[in-house]
């Protein structure tokens, strides 16, 4: 791939990132977000190893828990990865969303909580994240619309691949996940993976404490896959 086109920015010289294709399936959806355009998905670039374990872990939740009653079990909602030559999403546009030193280099996904009680499992809050009517950035709630055993299911489907580094998450579904993996590996639908899961309670300055109530954040090693 010598070059892409980048919404609203001229020919780039591109990293060695692949677009995320197909951008839909049964299992997922890279659905237009951020002020992307059907068939413009700017803002959706990987390292090309790394497509395949996303789309086989989202693949592995469909097949697995195809009649839990947890959730509706609809495609998992895939969000900001990097532009196609590496740069934070919102750069070619004058306005990087991320901050320096994520998303870069195609290693960093933004992706939905699998839902209950949703139309779909896009990414958007699944928690009360307001004190006072003002919005915290983070869950101040019982994550009530959280699928946690298909949630559980994808983040240890994505560990068993090696390729993680972390996956971040808001700090009261952090424990949540924790006991929905200990669940899964206990009944043998897993391999009991550890799952490098980070969380923070309280803030702490690790930069998980806030906008992690409405996606999961994975980062994956900066290393052939």
């Known amino acids: 791939m010598s ?12 990293a060695d ?19 992307e355009l059907q068939g413009l998905e700017y803002r959706s670039y990987l390292r090309g190893p790394l497509v395949p374990i996303v789309q086989e872990a989202a693949e592995r939740v469909r097949v697995i828990a195809d009649n839990w009653s947890s959730g509706h079990g609809a495609p998992i909602g895939l969000g900001d990865m990097s532009e196609c030559d590496g ?10 969303a991320h901050p320096a030193g994520t998303h870069t280099g195609g290693l960093d996904i933004d992706i ?69 993996l200990q669940e899964l590996c206990d009944a043998g639908i897993t391999e009991c ?23 999961l954040h994975v980062s994956f090693h900066d290393r052939d896959t």
Do not use: K, M
């Not at 990132?17 to 002020?35: H, I, K, M, V, W």
């Not at 809050?125 to 946690?148: E, I």
């Open 3 to 14: 070059g892409c086109v980048n919404l609203l920015a001229p020919v780039l010289g591109c």
């Open 17 to 35: 990132l692949a677009a995320f294709e197909p951008r839909t399936s049964s299992a997922y959806e890279d659905y237009p977000a951020n002020g």
């Open 87 to 96: 740069s934070i999403p919102g750069t070619s546009v004058g306005a990087p």
């Open 112 to 180: 939905a909580y699998f839902q209950t009680g949703t139309a779909n499992n896009r990414l958007r809050p699944v928690c009360v994240s307001a004190l006072d009517g003002v919005d915290q950035g983070h869950c101040t709630g019982p994550p009530s619309l959280l699928d946690v055993p298909r949630t559980a299911l994808f983040i240890d489907a994505l560990a068993e691949s090696g390729a993680v580094r972390v996956i971040g998450v808001d700090g009261l579904i952090g424990p949540l996940l924790e006991a929905g």
């Open 193 to 215: 993976a550890a799952v490098p899961l980070a969380y923070e309670t309280s803030d702490t300055g690790l930069g998980w404490f806030t906008n992690h109530h409405h996606h």
